[in-house]
């Protein structure tokens, strides 16, 4: 009895998603009711929450290439900002992540070609 190694993948990457989107969520509600969030800041965390919903679907649907399109959509511009904030917002950061191990272990599994599972 184990568990299958796409299906780790598929549940880092949906793990990850729901951690980044929740961290997102909660700083952008954070932001707004304290008065220091501008309208713009609000609508770059809004698509970067969106994102990580993307990114939860596509870790169940278990598609490696558009996960890691999400992740280079939604990391490389401010995911790695995010990561060196000094507040607790850099989960989101670091939780994005966990797009790309996701979608590298799902490529590493297509590539074998077979379903192997961890005991």
Do not use: C, D, H
């Amino acid at each position: 009895m184990g568990i299958n190694r796409m299906k780790l993948a598929s549940l880092i990457g949906l793990f990850s998603a729901m951690t980044s989107g929740g961290a997102l969520v909660i700083f952008t509600t954070y932001m707004a009711t304290s008065g220091q969030v501008k309208s713009s800041t609000s609508l770059i965390l809004i698509v970067l929450a969106v994102l990580s919903v993307i990114a939860g679907w596509t870790a169940v649907k278990q598609k490696p290439l558009l996960l890691m399109l999400v992740f280079l959509v939604s990391f490389v511009p401010l995911g790695m900002y995010l990561m060196l904030m000094p507040s607790w917002v850099r989960i989101a950061g670091l939780a994005q992540v966990g797009y790309a191990v996701a979608a590298m272990m799902m490529m590493k599994e297509r590539k074998a070609g077979s379903a192997k599972t961890i005991n």
